[in-house]
């Protein structure tokens, strides 16, 4: 190659790579505006609503089973969720809670601890220093997988004498759920509830109270999960998310509340349509608590996902008759589809797309912390 020719084609690829830095450049930019428009809404309070096991033919099923208009229509920015795991595919809840609570892919069973086995501070720890109230709110065992990645760590999502034991020295204010008999029978014979009240908790049992001290809340109502929609659960899921925004707005600071559908996931693990729907319903109505506080509010983010489909469940046709639908079910575990992500409120715009569970902690984190 002559020197001339050389020099010249050295000068067009200095060129190229300077164009393409300023205009990565211009692409940064143009990021950090969108991103500082969205924070000037401000957000001040995140409801994060996780369906366990909530595709979206489960979402569809609010379409046909519901007497009105479904909650879920309310949202107005919809992206999807990737939810493998760090060992599996398909993901289960554990490792998929502690990717939305933590923003890290671990494996299956993890709770709150990365792939080995370390533990990974959670958006609850993260926030809660900094003067925000924090709430966790499910219909199983409130030491169950999903909730547990909120508040805990540890290696096996089975340890639930652990977990409650991390809950009780927890930074969270208000929780409500089942799983008593982690507190208070346990084999180390340990009496958490007595340590909960050492605490600054006040300790409900019996059922949900109309209204809360200013003490830190311990909602306790079942030994284990809580009853099913079909066995009489009522409307303890919408009502104790009333009560829960009721006693974590009264902080100028902020909030940030998790409340999750659980048995959504227990309904297709059994490839039980009716106790699915049903179950689906009143996590619909508690989307409709949240939405209601949101709206009248203007500084709340209502976010909703779940952490992987359970069932293979699809709405298919009665024996090929195309005006009736046939709930069926292609598995009892849980399934590798994406998985819906709603959001309505200031910042809801940056959750378009389709994405990683990690990236869900990522974007609620930056409403938290700089
Ligand atoms: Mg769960
Ligand atoms: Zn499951």
Same mark, same amino acid.
Request: glycine residues 10%; contains cysteine; proline residues 3%.
């Given at each position: &190659? ?32 969108? %991103? ?5 809404? +401000? ?35 919809? !992206? ?28 299956? !069973? ?37 909730? *547990? ?9 089975? &340890? ?5 034991? /991390? ?11 089942? !799983? ?14 007595? %340590? ?10 019996? +059922? =949900? ?8 809340? *311990? ?15 009522? $409307?303890? =899921? ?5 009560? *829960?925004?009721?006693?974590?707005? +009264?902080?100028?600071? !902020? /909030? ?44 709340? %983010?209502?976010?909703?996902?779940? $952490? ?6 699809? =709405? ?55």
């Amino acid at each position: &190659m002559n020197k001339s020719l050389s020099i010249l084609l050295i000068g067009i690829l200095v060129a190229t790579v300077f164009s393409s830095c300023q205009q990565q450049e211009k692409n940064t930019t143009t990021e950090t505006t969108i %991103l500082k428009e969205t924070k000037s809404k +401000k957000v001040k309070n995140v409801i994060f609503l996780i369906g366990d096991g909530m595709g979206l033919s489960q979402v569809s099923a609010s379409q046909y089973y519901n007497d009105g208009t479904p909650n879920f229509e309310r949202f107005s920015v919809i !992206g999807l969720s990737k939810t493998s795991s760090s060992s599996d595919v398909i993901t289960d809840s554990a490792a998929g809670a502690t990717a939305l609570a933590s923003g890290i892919k671990s494996y299956n !069973g993890a709770v709150g601890v990365t792939p080995d086995t370390l533990a990974v501070e959670t958006i609850i720890e993260q926030i809660s220093p900094k003067g925000i109230s924090t709430g966790v709110i499910s219909t199983s065992a409130i030491t169950h997988a999903t909730p *547990a990645c909120f508040y805990a760590h540890v290696k096996s999502r089975r &340890m639930e004498e652990e977990i409650a034991q /991390f809950l009780v020295n927890s930074e969270v204010d208000f929780f409500a759920g089942g !799983g008593l008999k982690f507190f208070n029978e346990r084999e180390d014979g340990k009496d958490l509830l007595k %340590l909960l009240e050492e605490n600054n908790f006040e300790v409900q049992r019996e +059922k =949900l109270p109309n209204k809360t001290s200013k003490k830190k809340q *311990a909602i306790l109502l079942s030994d284990k999960g809580m009853p099913t929609m079909l066995e009489g659960r009522g $409307d303890f =899921l919408p009502e104790a998310t009333q009560l *829960a925004i009721d006693y974590l707005s +009264k902080n100028e600071e !902020g /909030f940030f509340l998790m409340v999750e559908g659980s048995q959504i996931d227990w309904g297709g693990h059994a490839n039980d349509a009716d106790y699915l729907i049903t179950e689906l319903l009143d996590f619909d109505k508690t989307l409709g608590v949240a939405l209601d506080f949101a709206k009248q509010d203007g500084e709340t %983010l209502v976010i909703v996902t779940a $952490d992987h489909e359970t069932g293979g469940f699809t =709405l298919a046709s009665d024996d090929g008759d195309y005006n009736k639908i046939k709930p069926v079910f292609s598995t009892d575990g849980h399934s590798g589809t994406m998985v819906p992500v709603f959001a309505e409120g200031p910042g809801s715009e940056l959750f378009g797309g389709i994405y990683e569970n990690t990236s869900i902690y990522d974007k609620i984190k930056s409403f938290f912390i700089e």
